[in-house]
Nanobody
Framework: QELLVESGGGLAQAGSKLTLSCVSS????????MGWFRQAPGKEREFVAG????????YWGEAVKGRVTISRDNAKNTVYLEMDSLKPEDTAVYYC?????????????????WGRGTQVTVSS
């Protein structure tokens, strides 16, 4: 089973920038899309951003559009999420996930494996 490990979360000030990383244990990393999701207390898991297997296509959720950049380094089996202009409503546990196909999807059901998440807390 693929192991995904997120890092980079923590406490941040509103208006600042934060970069999350997710490392995969699998050599097949480059074959699949990757996605970032987040879940705030009492809310459903929400699509944040996705990237195709070769990094050529990226997508963002409406709540973060214009404030996030997703990228990947297939040589390092790593996907990144850079978040800028952080807001208190960005506070959530952030998860990375491996897609079932080479293009990312917004639905959680389109992802096979999930990391345990990293907490991001944005203070005002």
């Amino acid at each position: 089973q693929e192991l995904l490990v997120e890092s980079g979360g923590g406490l941040a000030q509103a208006g600042s920038k934060l970069t999350l990383s997710c490392v995969s244990s699998e050599s097949t990393f480059s074959r699949y899309a990757m996605g970032w999701f987040r879940q705030a207390p009492g809310k459903e898991r929400e699509f944040v951003a996705g990237i195709s297997s070769n990094g050529g296509a990226t997508y963002w959720g409406e709540a973060v559009k214009g404030r996030v950049t997703i990228s990947r380094d297939n040589a390092k089996n790593t996907v990144y999420l850079e978040m800028d202009s952080l807001k208190p409503e960005d506070t959530a546990v952030y998860y990375c996930a491996r897609g079932r196909l080479h293009m990312p999807q917004v639905l959680t059901s389109a992802y096979s494996y999930w990391g345990r998440g990293t907490q991001v807390t944005v203070s005002s």
